[in-house]
């Protein structure tokens, strides 16, 4: 066993002399049973049972010797009520009644022996001695008891620490590998995805000008001979078809190309490939910003906002890339609530010194086994179109980036919370640095 220092002072109160108790309403007894155990054990006497309970409560004793017949309290219930408020004192019965049934029940109760008066002196000394070893014996299997489970606890807490530090590692690993995949292919598509959004643009303004130019040409007389020429044209080329269907296809070319714009701009802004200037920012205008942004679901009627803004210091950050996560997680907040009603709250104060803003929602939830992948790119259960699965991988990446942590909590079928912790004076490495 460690020295403790619990255990220390154990230790040397027991090795000083221990002190015993001497129950007996005979003062002659007393003085007997002391002259012959004060050699080796301090001993003090009691003429009955009240006189005992307040030494007791008053002093610490190894052991209690106590005579049956008294006024008052008997020794047997005296016994009882030491069994239970002062469990670590051996006692021994000494009695003038040797009753069987009465010795079966005294040692059943607790206590260690039963001597019959006039006793033998050796026999006393003999017992008390066999009495104080078994209760060291019982005090010390206590102690490692104790102290094992204390250890059992000191263990399951450092399993707990380790794990919650490994899962941590996975993540943060996980999340520089796919920042850095997802920086590469941001960057090979970042030249092709803008000319084709660019094009796409130029595209639907030319072919509306040659749609008008076309009505006007259709108008125009023709020789039968060039008549007979467009009209094959026109036939191989399904022409009315074709001038029917040219702006809705462009169109939908539009909304591809600028799409595609749109996830190649979230992947550069996840693998931290823009970055822009630090400053010292007010977060809850970010906040107040990113709702205006978001009117089509906050100037609903179906969703509540609260705000409980607490007193913040100016955050020292990169303001558009926190405002994104702001709306990354209020769009979330809002298309869990779906077609409502329901409540977003937005409470934001210092934490332990860190700038804590918590999103909360009062939506469908998140599924456990989802818990996991949410913070993962790409990982969406929303319907095509409505989500790419990268507004929370994006959120992640600039939070971790800022110095801080995002952390969730959430149940299914009653809402989901987002706590995000920034250092007031965040400090960010630079674009594919290690943090
Ligand atoms: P997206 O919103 O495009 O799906 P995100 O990375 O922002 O991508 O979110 C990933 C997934 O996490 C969502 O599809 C959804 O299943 C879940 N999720 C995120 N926020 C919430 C929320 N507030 N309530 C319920 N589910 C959420």
Redesign the pocket.
């Known amino acids: 066993m460690p020295i403790t220092e619990a255990n220390l002072y154990d230790q040397l109160s027991e090795q000083s002399k221990s002190r015993i108790l001497i129950v007996d309403d005979e003062e002659a007894v007393r003085k007997v049973f002391a002259a012959r155990l004060e050699k080796h054990y301090e001993c003090v006497p009691a003429a009955n049972a009240q006189e005992a309970l307040t030494l007791l409560a008053r002093q610490q004793f190894a052991l209690a010797l106590l005579d049956v017949q008294m006024p008052g309290l008997s020794g047997i219930e005296l016994l009882r009520k030491m069994i239970k408020d002062f469990p670590d004192v051996a006692v021994i019965i000494v009695s003038g009644i040797g009753r069987g049934q009465r010795v079966i029940d005294a040692l059943r109760i607790g206590a260690f022996d039963y001597l019959i008066k006039p006793c033998d002196l050796d026999v006393l000394q003999l017992s008390v001695e066999r009495a104080l070893e078994r209760r060291a014996l019982l005090r010390d299997g206590k102690r490692y008891k104790q102290d094992l489970e204390k250890r059992n606890e000191e263990l399951a807490s450092q399993k707990a620490e380790l794990e919650r530090l490994q899962a941590q590692l996975v993540q943060n690993e996980k999340m520089v590998s796919l920042g850095q995949l997802a920086g590469g292919v941001a960057h090979e598509l970042n030249n092709p995805a803008g000319f084709l959004y660019s094009n796409m643009e130029s595209l639907g303004e030319y072919a509306s000008g040659i749609e008008r130019l076309l009505a006007i040409h259709d108008r125009m007389p023709l020789s039968t001979e060039l008549a007979a020429e467009a009209n094959a044209v026109k036939q191989e080329l399904h022409y009315e078809r074709l001038r029917a269907e040219l702006p809705s296809i462009i169109a939908d070319c539009q909304e591809g190309a600028r799409r595609i714009r749109d996830i190649v701009m979230n992947l550069r802004t996840f693998s931290r490939l823009d970055e822009a200037e630090v400053k010292k920012v007010d977060i809850h205008a970010g906040i107040d910003a990113s709702i205006r942004l978001l009117s089509q679901y906050y100037n609903s009627s179906h969703i509540t906002l609260r705000r409980d803004y607490g007193d913040l210091p100016l955050v020292e950050c990169f303001a558009g890339q926190l405002n994104q996560v702001w709306v990354?997680l209020l769009?979330?907040?809002a298309?869990?609530i779906g077609q409502g009603p329901g409540q977003v709250r937005i409470e934001t104060g210092l934490d332990d010194g860190a700038v804590a803003v918590k999103i909360s929602?009062t939506?469908?939830?998140?599924e456990p086994q989802?818990l996991k992948r949410?913070f993962d790119p790409f990982?969406?259960?929303?319907p095509t179109g409505e989500?790419?699965?990268?507004?929370?991988?994006i959120s992640y990446g600039i939070i971790e980036s800022h110095g801080g942590v995002i952390k969730v909590e959430?149940t299914p079928g009653k809402g989901?919370t987002?706590t995000t912790l920034i250092p007031a004076s965040a400090q960010r490495c630079k674009a594919g640095q290690p943090n």
């Not at 939506?363 to 998140?366: E, L, Q, R, W, Y």
């Not at 990982?379 to 929303?382: A, I, N, R, S, Y």
């Open positions: 990354n769009t979330n907040a298309q869990a929602d939506g469908k939830g998140i989802d949410i990982f969406t259960t929303k989500g790419t699965g990268l507004g929370l991988s959430s989901t987002f």
